[in-house]
């Protein structure tokens, strides 16, 4: 059984950062995608960064590309996402979601979810 459970939320001001944990356990794929979702308040969940392992390497939605960076520690237990230059839009709450094989566009093919954690951008 994966488990997933997001840290690192909170309140952060207009142009600043905050980083996002995702601790892993149970997790027995060889081949996965690992994905930061975002919840914002009357929008659809987004999906925002994506850690790939076949072929290994990370994408992003072009709302966060160049701001945000998804990345997996060396033991590979913990994902995390940094977020730079938070805008007050992206006040939400932020979820990883973890599945065997390649990624997808559809919340709903994402087996595995943590809790989430709410980020706050308000100055």
């Known amino acids: 059984h994966v488990n997933l459970e997001e840290s690192g939320g909170g309140s952060v001001q207009p142009g600043g950062s905050l980083r996002l944990s995702c601790a892993t356990s149970g997790f027995i794929y060889v081949n996965y995608c690992l994905a930061w979702w975002r919840q914002v308040p009357g929008r659809q969940r987004e999906r925002i960064a994506v850690?790939?392992?076949?072929?290994?390497?990370?994408s992003y939605a072009d709302s966060v590309k160049g701001r945000f960076t998804v990345s997996q520690d060396e033991d590979k237990n913990t994902l995390f996402l940094q977020m730079n230059d938070v805008k007050p839009e992206e006040n939400g709450t932020y979820y990883c979601a973890a599945r065997a094989g390649d990624c997808s566009l559809n919340p709903g093919l994402f087996p595995s979810w943590g809790q989430g954690t709410q980020v706050t951008v308000s100055s």
């Open positions: 850690l790939t392992t076949a072929p290994a390497g990370t």
